[in-house]
């Protein structure tokens, strides 16, 4: 199972630098231009909240560790450009590594959480946590082609952004 969902992440990985790459055609300054209605509102805004949401499911939950989580602060997504989001992606690339080696034989025994993580899943599975963070990252892939697309400039039209078929 193990050396499944590192091909899996592999696969992730290939697709996100495929994204990064379209990115860095774009103007930078449609990057951070307020697209209502979509992620989270603009293009870095989105990739920001991607990679937050590892360090929060696999890092923060998964490792127990809620006191030391931190979002990207507002001030440096406003100053973010591709490379940054490159950096903080290579960060989370260690991190999923971490969290496969851990749970390795685990996939299926819950992650116990005590009361202090009210509102949040009482013990899910690391299989879980390891495909929301997936599955959610393309969600606002999706996202962001779309605004790319609104923004005036059309992703490519062949399946390049998904990184599987080239």
């Known amino acids: 199972m193990l050396e499944v969902l590192r091909q899996q992440y592999d696969w992730i990985r290939l697709a996100r630098q495929n994204m990064f790459a379209f990115m860095e055609e774009l103007p930078p300054r449609l990057l951070h231009q307020t697209v209502p209605g ?8 989105t990739q920001c909240h991607v990679v937050d949401s590892y360090r929060f ?29 490159r950096a903080r992606f290579a960060e989370a690339d260690e991190l999923v590594q971490r969290f496969l080696n851990e749970y390795r034989d685990r996939w299926s025994e819950p992650i116990e959480q005590d009361e202090s993580w009210q509102g949040y899943p009482k013990s899910p599975t690391p299989l879980l946590l390891f495909t929301h963070v997936a599955t959610h990252e393309f969600h ?9 697309r609104h923004l005036g400039c059309p992703p490519p039209a062949d399946d390049r952004l998904g990184g599987l078929f080239t």
């Open 38 to 45: 979509f992620g989270r509102g603009t293009i870095m805004r």
């Open 140 to 148: 606002h892939k999706g996202q962001i082609v779309s605004m790319a």
């Open 57 to 85: 499911w696999l890092e923060s939950y998964a490792f127990k560790r809620i006191n030391e989580h931190w979002d990207i602060s507002v001030h440096e997504i406003e100053r973010a450009d591709v490379k940054y989001a």
